[in-house]
């Protein structure tokens, strides 16, 4: 019966081999040395325990040797701190266990403010998707607030990309731009708000005012791409040329005369905005009376004058 682990006087005993031999109860053991000990004497340990099925030979049996056993000295015990549950402690000691409140306030405001800044392109990127989508007519269409569901057999978008469609929605709610709404059974619906009444169609909305152009060319590739250079330009010694001409290497009115697209974009976006500002000029439109000669300078399609003479025949 092998044993180890037994301590002896501060050295280690190794009792490799338990053999029982011939019934005399002598055992083979194999000791290790100890360090604080260059001679360590055996320790006999006690024989294993046969039932006695007769007489005991002796009335005296031999005594049993114990190994002493020595004393272990009481462990130290550290306690540690408790762990702290609020969240501003939980940063506190992140940053600094002797900030102040006022540090590590100051600190989130300054992440939040750097986040809000570094991700706002995901919020015009998604006003793009939107609008390219033609998402506010499909609910305008619906004539009810819309299930994600609904949207996606309104959009002929695959069903597979549907989880990423309820990832755009709630960030154009967040913005004001849908109404988000839970109904009693836990779905979720999406509904028009003043916003993107703006962004519905002329012939389903059946008003004048159309937004989608004026977005749709503002976030242009060719506009969004010369912000990227902003950096390399402000290193040019030249101070005559813009971002947009040293990226292209040509002018606005160059770009929009060679790329046919470009151009219809930026007339679209330029009409759209002049009926908007026409639109509006009719509420507050008892500026423009008395006056006999209005020029408009860069007018293109004349969007702007048709809706000022048609307001003021006088003019």
Same mark, same amino acid.
């Given at each position: !019966?092998?044993?180890?682990?037994?301590?002896?006087?501060?050295?280690?005993?190794?009792?490799?081999?338990?053999?029982?031999?011939?019934?005399?109860?002598?055992?083979?053991?194999?000791?290790?040395?100890?360090?604080?000990?260059?001679?360590?004497?055996?320790?006999?340990?006690? @024989?294993?325990?046969?039932?006695?099925?007769?007489?005991?030979?002796?009335?005296?049996?031999?005594?049993?040797?114990?190994? @002493?056993?020595?004393?272990?000295?009481?462990?130290?015990?550290?306690?540690?701190?408790?762990?702290?549950?609020? @969240?501003?402690?939980? !940063?506190?000691?992140?940053?600094?266990?002797?900030?102040?409140?006022?540090?590590?306030?100051?600190?989130?405001?300054?992440?939040?403010?750097?986040?809000?800044?570094?991700?706002?392109?995901?919020?015009?990127?998604?006003?793009?998707?939107?609008?390219?989508?033609?998402?506010?007519?499909?609910?305008?269409? /619906?004539? !009810?607030?819309?299930?994600?569901?609904?949207?996606?057999?309104?959009?002929?978008? @695959?069903?597979?990309?549907?989880?990423?469609?309820?990832?755009?929605?709630?960030?154009?709610?967040?913005?004001?731009?849908?109404?988000?709404?839970?109904?009693?059974?836990?779905?979720?619906?999406?509904?028009?708000? /003043?916003?993107?009444?703006?962004?519905?169609?002329?012939?389903?909305?059946?008003?004048?005012?159309?937004?989608?152009?004026?977005?749709?060319?503002?976030?242009?590739?060719?506009?969004?791409?010369?912000?990227?250079?902003?950096? /390399?330009?402000?290193?040019?010694?030249?101070?005559?040329?813009?971002?947009?001409?040293?990226?292209?290497?040509?002018?606005?009115?160059?770009?929009?005369?060679?790329?046919?697209?470009?151009?219809?974009?930026?007339?679209?976006?330029?009409?759209?905005?002049?009926?908007?500002?026409?639109?509006?000029?009719?509420?507050?439109?008892?500026?423009?009376?008395?006056?006999?000669?209005?020029?408009?300078?860069?007018?293109?399609?004349?969007?702007?004058?048709?809706?000022?003479?048609?307001?003021?025949?006088?003019?």
């Amino acid at each position: !019966m092998p044993v180890s682990g037994i301590r002896s006087n501060g050295w280690q005993v190794n009792a490799t081999t338990a053999i029982l031999n011939q019934g005399c109860g002598s055992l083979v053991h194999s000791y290790a040395s100890c360090t604080s000990n260059p001679n360590p004497e055996p320790v006999v340990l006690p @024989p294993p325990k046969t039932k006695n099925r007769g007489r005991s030979l002796s009335r005296n049996p031999r005594p049993q040797i114990r190994a @002493p056993v020595k004393p272990t000295p009481p462990e130290k015990v550290i306690s540690a701190p408790a762990k702290p549950t609020n @969240p501003e402690k939980i !940063m506190e000691t992140v940053v600094s266990v002797d900030a102040p409140d006022a540090v590590i306030q100051d600190t989130l405001e300054a992440q939040a403010i750097l986040w809000d800044n570094t991700f706002c392109f995901i919020k015009s990127m998604s006003l793009k998707s939107a609008a390219e989508l033609r998402i506010p007519d499909a609910i305008l269409r /619906h004539g !009810m607030p819309t299930t994600i569901s609904d949207l996606i057999s309104s959009l002929s978008i @695959p069903e597979a990309k549907s989880r990423h469609l309820r990832t755009l929605m709630p960030i154009l709610s967040q913005e004001g731009i849908f109404k988000f709404h839970i109904t009693l059974s836990g779905e979720e619906t999406f509904d028009l708000t /003043h916003v993107s009444r703006l962004l519905t169609t002329t012939s389903i909305a059946q008003r004048r005012l159309n937004y989608t152009p004026f977005i749709l060319f503002q976030v242009e590739q060719h506009i969004i791409y010369p912000y990227h250079q902003l950096s /390399h330009w402000f290193h040019r010694p030249d101070v005559i040329i813009t971002p947009l001409e040293m990226t292209h290497g040509k002018t606005f009115w160059e770009l929009a005369g060679t790329l046919p697209e470009f151009n219809d974009s930026f007339n679209k976006g330029m009409a759209c905005d002049s009926a908007f500002v026409a639109d509006v000029q009719n509420i507050g439109g008892d500026v423009f009376r008395g006056i006999g000669t209005l020029v408009d300078v860069g007018g293109r399609t004349g969007v702007m004058v048709a809706a000022f003479v048609e307001a003021f025949p006088g003019l």
